[in-house]
């Protein structure tokens, strides 16, 4: 299984930005894709994820209301739209696929299979 995120970059605070990942290679439908992002000398944190047999987001405290995690399961994509951008945003963002639901959804050791990082500038 592989997994390709895009769609970082440099943007200014207040700013917005829509990542994307694909997932390919052996077929099964993932019930959790979620974001975690990781900034210089710091640990690997929870953004966002999506469950398809809750049909439900979760969202980390700092991101709440600013952004919004999404997924198409025809297209086997997920995406992660992201608005009102802080500098404390910062950060490698990476997406990952689990193929049952966790409750513990927000801790990376609990996941399958994880893409490279798209990183996210956001310049104040």
């Known amino acids: 299984v592989q997994l390709q995120a895009s769609g970082g970059g440099l943007v200014q605070a207040g700013g917005s930005l829509r990542l994307a990942c694909a997932v390919s290679?052996?077929?099964?439908?993932?019930?959790?894709m979620a974001w975690f992002r990781q900034a210089p000398g710091k640990e690997r944190e929870f953004v966002a994820a999506f469950s398809k047999s809750r049909n439900r987001a979760y969202y980390a405290d700092s991101v709440k209301g600013r952004f919004t995690i999404s997924r198409d399961n025809a297209k086997n994509m997920v995406y992660l739209q992201m608005n009102s951008l802080k500098p404390e945003d910062t950060a490698e963002y990476h997406c990952?696929?689990?193929?049952?639901?966790?409750?513990?959804?927000?801790?990376?050791?609990?996941?399958?299979?994880w893409g490279q990082g798209t990183l996210v500038t956001v310049s104040s």
């Open positions: 290679g052996r077929t099964f439908t993932a019930d959790a």
């Open positions: 990952t696929i689990r193929r049952i639901w966790t409750v513990q959804y927000y801790n990376p050791v609990h996941y399958d299979y």
